[in-house]
Nanobody, 123 residues
Framework: VQLQASGGGLVQAGGSLRLSCAASGLNPDDYAIGWFRQAPGKEREGVSCISSSDGSTVYADSVKGRFTISLDNAKNTAYLQMNSLKPDDTALYYC?????????????????WGLGTQVTVSS
């Protein structure tokens, strides 16, 4: 299984970015893609998750109403649309995959991890 995250960049507060996570080697009928982020000096935290089986989603409270996760099953690619970005959203964003649906969206549930993509939001 390979995961490739992309789409990070520098944006002003209030702006938008869309992250992509291209996955290969997963069973297309039953997996979940999660997004995590880690800011300097902080622990990695879960941002969002989507299940391929039924499209169900999970969001951290800090991003609800601003971020939207989606999945293109044909391309095995997950997207994280991030709107109304804040300086506190600045972090290295990782995508991860697990067999089965989104669970509690904890790091230990995810077997596969991609390299991160940097998101920087200026004030």
């Amino acid at each position: 299984v390979q995961l490739q995250a992309s789409g990070g960049g520098l944006v002003q507060a209030g702006g938008s970015l869309r992250l992509s996570c291209a996955a290969s080697g997963l069973n297309p009928d039953d997996y979940a893609i999660g997004w995590f982020r880690q800011a300097p000096g902080k622990e990695r935290e879960g941002v969002s998750c989507i299940s391929s089986s039924d499209g169900s989603t999970v969001y951290a409270d800090s991003v609800k109403g601003r971020f939207t996760i989606s999945l293109d099953n044909a391309k095995n690619t997950a997207y994280l649309q991030m709107n109304s970005l804040k300086p506190d959203d600045t972090a290295l964003y990782y995508c991860a995959a697990e067999v089965g649906p989104c669970g509690e969206h904890e790091e230990y549930e995810y077997e596969y991890w991609g390299l991160g993509t940097q998101v920087t939001v200026s004030s």
